[in-house]
Antibody, heavy 120, light 108 residues
Framework: QVHLQESGPGLVKPSGTLSLTCAVS?????????WSWVRQAPGKGLEWIGE???????NYNPSLKSRVIMSVDKSKNHYSLKLNSVTAADTAIYYC?????????????WGQGTMVTVSS | EIVLTQSPGTLSLSPGERATLSCRAS???????LAWYQQKPGQAPRLLIY???NRATGIPDRFSGSGSGTDFTLTISRLEPEDFAVYYC?????????FGQGTKVELK
């Protein structure tokens, strides 16, 4: 059973960089699945940030593309998110999630989420 | 970008009643790429339905999905107390992957 666990600072200063990692356990990040990030601002809906494949292929949400970098570290079986030039609008719960090949690439496994607050 | 619009925003029902949630897409796409998620307060979303009508592992058969083209529906045949939550539809046929704004099913 694949399990995802987010980690990273819970507080980031405005104009700084938000950096999160998602550890994949119970399976390989080099599988045929895609690895995504989704966020949820307080009291709001879900927003897809982007996704990465183990080969390095990446898709980003155009609304965030200029500020986002995602990467995969196969040796550590984890993937990462960096979001630059953050503002209060980036305050949210950040979830890592898998797009599972076995079910046609719906988002079948989710981490518990990590709250990131942008504040000085 | 495919925009998904869910209705109603809030559904007030009692246990045992039937819930019908709608999701309309801004353009037509293949139904194999439409999913529904359930989210309870303080929890991560949980996949309920993928490919429009396939229940995810462990999802009870009172949950069913249907639809095609631009109109999709999630039906909960008889609401159980644990079903009161927010439900999101999502398309994953194209990037950006987009979610609807959610429908809250609340206790009447």
């Amino acid at each position: 059973q694949v399990h995802l666990q987010e980690s990273g600072p819970g507080l980031v200063k405005p104009s700084g960089t938000l950096s999160l990692t998602c550890a994949v356990s119970g399976g390989s990040i080099s599988s045929t699945d895609w690895w995504s990030w989704v966020r949820q601002a307080p009291g709001k809906g879900l927003e897809w940030i982007g996704e990465v494949y183990h080969s390095g292929s990446i898709n980003y949400n155009p609304s965030l593309k200029s500020r986002v970098i995602m990467s995969v570290d196969k040796s550590k079986n984890h993937y990462s998110l960096k979001l630059n030039s953050v503002t209060a609008a980036d305050t949210a719960i950040y979830y890592c999630t898998r797009r599972g090949a076995i079910i046609g690439y719906a988002f079948d496994i989710w981490g518990q989420g990590t709250m990131v607050t942008v504040s000085s | 970008e495919i925009v998904l619009t869910q209705s109603p925003g809030t559904l007030s029902l009692s246990p045992g009643e039937r819930a019908t949630l709608s999701c309309r897409a801004s353009e037509s796409f293949t139904s194999i790429n439409l999913a529904w998620y359930q989210q309870k307060p303080g929890q991560a979303p949980r996949l309920l339905i993928y490919g429009t009508s396939n229940r995810a592992t462990g999802i009870p058969d009172r949950f069913s999905g249907s639809g095609s083209g631009t109109d999709f529906t999630l039906t909960i045949s008889r609401l159980e107390p644990e079903d009161f939550a927010v439900y999101y539809c999502q398309q994953y046929v194209s990037s950006p992957r987009t979610f609807g704004q959610g429908t809250k099913v609340e206790l009447k």
